[in-house]
């Protein structure tokens, strides 16, 4: 369909990074990352457990940021930090910065010892990092977000977590970096960021230009699927009938 957005390229994207997970809790953070995993329970990954990003599991799949959800059960902040040690989770999280290896950074901006601007702070991602699949979602790649090494590492990549010891390498899971331009994943030489589609109307050098360290790319790169018309449909009409995909990645 010639009148898929950017956006829808890249909701369809995110479902499809959930797609194989079977039955475990996805837990997305932020718009883009809901509409992505909404449409893969919706249509590809039905087992999933999805959550209102607060305190609730849903027993339907509500329009993003609804309100009167169907309530399956309560996961208070405390019990957060049990599913995180214990159990079966796929986050999908933002990144300030992501270098080379897959190390993600939403702490701060500048030499550690004086930061030139402070973020969000570590959060879980460290957490999140060492003992759950993770993947991430970047509304805007650049050379500021792809960069050779992070400021401050709070999401741990795999070489990084190999080197610390077993305790942050035995379920590390760097799955998929989701960015406006391309999908990626951690597979590359060396685990280096490695070039898995080109978004519709995207080249290599357009990824290229948009990092500052050299991306892999082996062979001809294919070019991610659009959504189907039926996701098409579940995007526009039921999960996101305000737009507000469109808002976080405008149409180029």
Known sequence: MTDVTRAEICAAAIADAFKDDGEIFGSPMGTMPMLGVRLAKLTSNPDLAISDGESLFLAGVPPLYAKGDVVEGWIPFRRVFDVVAYGKRHVMMGATQVDRHGNQNISAIGPFEQPKRQLLGSRG?????????????????????????????TGVGPKLAREAGPAAAKYND???????????????????????????????????????????????????????VGELMLIREMLDPRGLREREVPNP
């Open 174 to 228: 760097i799955h998929r970096i989701v960015t406006d331009l391309g999908v990626y994943d951690v597979g590359g030489p060396d685990d280096t960021v490695r070039l898995l589609s080109l978004h519709p109307g995207v080249t290599v050098e357009d990824v290229q230009a948009a990092s500052a360290f050299e991306i892999h790319v082996s062979g001809d790169v294919p070019t991610t699927r659009e959504p189907s």
């Open 125 to 153: 991602a460290p957490g999140n990092t060492v003992n759950n699949r993770t993947s991430y979602w970047v509304p805007k790649q650049s050379s500021r977000v792809f960069v050779e090494k992070v400021d401050v590492v």
